[in-house]
């Protein structure tokens, strides 16, 4: 063997190591009596952290805020994408171009450097510390790449499908709703997974938007295990588990959606 190639193979494993370590200190420290910090594997293991989770009254209520968040935003974004793409990938006009190019500078925007115009507005509109202006945020949040991504599934659909639904008396709307939305399914379920996790992983938004505790998803809730003299590390490592959990559940159901999408996209 070479030594180049032996060289690349003992760099790839040190870092495959370093990326493995957090998530068996995770799981290990989870199912621990004890508090530790390191890596340290106990003498046995026990369900009580989960249980101090689970039995967790403040805990339980964030995971709800932020299920209705992450699933009131990521509606939001994709339904106010689906006319944008459509109109983007079908319909030609002037300044169709400039505006594409707008919507994908705005992918790479920075938007959370709004976040503070964006409160003295909310405050002023009664809309801050209130779960409808979360979840407008949010749903806001992902437009732009996901009119991207649907407008190019869009574009894989023939152009024949589209005609025939017009020879048949389908209208826009419709065309749209029965055939363009059902072909795009593969994609809409790539889509679904994409804004759930990133809203789901969303800790400034809510943070900064709602003062209520009650109103905290488990995002900004998780950060309340970082006391000012005491750490629960097993408690903490339970609840990291669990936060997992509901983006394991949704990628198990899209799964067959997602394989097609990257298998081939949409075809008509």
Known sequence: MKLNKLLTYIVLSLLGILFVIPFIWLIVEAFSPLNNVGLTFPSYYTLKPFYSVLTNKIFINSIYEGLIQSFGGTFLSILFAIGP???FSRKRFRFRLPLLLGILLLTGFPVFSLLIPEYVFYVKESLYNNIIGVILFLGVLNVPIDIWILKNSFDQIPQAIEKASYIDGASNLK????IFLPLAMPIMAVLIILNFVINWGN?????ILLSSTHLFPISVEIYSFFGAYNVQYNELAAFSIIYTIPAIILYIFSQKYMIKALSGGVKG
């Open 175 to 178: 065309s749209m709703l029965y």
């Open 203 to 207: 800790f400034y938004v809510p943070y």
């Open 85 to 87: 793409a459509y109109i």
